[in-house]
């Protein structure tokens, strides 16, 4: 039995999920008393859960939807497992996106394993302002003298290699950067950008509000996050204004990109 304690609507969605997948088929006014929560919502959790073709609503309820779409992502390794995945094409995209930092950027830098890549590139970058919530990039850019570094505080999430919470939020809306790199779970042309991990929502938060307070957002993303929706929406695929990805996605996928405003740079 799921605890009926308050949890973020992210989080619950994963965790109703969790429930159709055992039980195969669930009644609305079961959900509502096993989550604390109304009818109303529980069918508004069932309508995005359907959204995302991962089940049928029914009258009174929902059933599991066979042959479920391997694109959709409910949550993501840990980080120092993620490393290895992909090790060249996340190389290679890191040397891509450094190419497009200039001496003087000042760059907000989320965790996970393509911005870990990058920063053995920026070494030689001049004058570099560094921002970031990721607990791996600290020794890196710490002993760099060309990088003045702020560590943004919070809680220190760490599976993701990362620190997330109300205190991360308020210290990322202290800045200005010109840029954001980002990595990213999922891009899906009708569903934008999403994150997994939705038991943690507040990685999905963090990545928000450095959208928020950036003025040019890069998305460093290897093949395998394309045409992947995750459960957590971040943003609009025209909220980036340049994808770094590898040799492997699909040409027509990037062309569609392309016509929704984002430059897209392939490694």
Request: include cysteine; hydrophobic fraction near 40%.
């Amino acid at each position: 039995m799921t605890n009926a304690k308050k949890t973020f609507r992210e989080e619950r969605l994963e965790l109703i999920y969790k429930v159709i997948q055992e039980k195969q088929k669930v009644f609305v006014p079961e959900l509502a008393k096993q989550f604390n929560i109304s009818e109303s919502s529980v069918r508004l959790d069932l309508a995005e859960l359907e959204s995302h073709n991962l089940i049928t609503r029914t009258h009174g309820g929902a059933i599991l939807k066979s042959g479920i779409s391997s694109n959709f992502i409910l949550n993501v390794d840990t980080i120092n497992n993620r490393i290895n995945h992909f090790e060249k094409e996340k190389d290679a995209i890191a040397q891509k996106t450094a190419s497009i930092i200039e001496d003087g950027d000042t760059i907000m830098m989320d965790g996970g394993s393509t911005t870990r890549c990058l920063a053995k590139y920026l070494v030689n970058k001049k004058d570099l302002t560094v921002i970031t919530n990721s607990l791996d990039l600290i020794p890196e850019f710490v002993v760099n003298p060309n990088v003045n570094l702020y560590i943004l505080g919070g809680f220190a999430y760490k599976e993701g290699g990362i620190v997330v919470g109300p205190t991360t939020n308020e210290y990322i809306m202290q800045f200005h950067p010109n840029k954001a790199i980002l990595g990213i779970d999922g891009i899906s042309l009708d569903k934008g950008l999403t994150a997994a991990n939705a038991s943690n929502p507040s990685i999905s938060s963090a990545k928000i509000k450095m959208i928020e307070v950036s003025d040019h957002l890069i998305i460093v993303s290897d093949h395998s996050k394309l045409n992947r929706v995750c459960l957590m929406p971040i943003a609009p695929i025209e909220t980036m204004d340049t994808l770094v990805t590898d040799s492997g996605a699909p040409p027509e996928i990037l062309e569609e990109i392309r016509k929704r405003g984002p430059k897209v740079l392939v490694a």
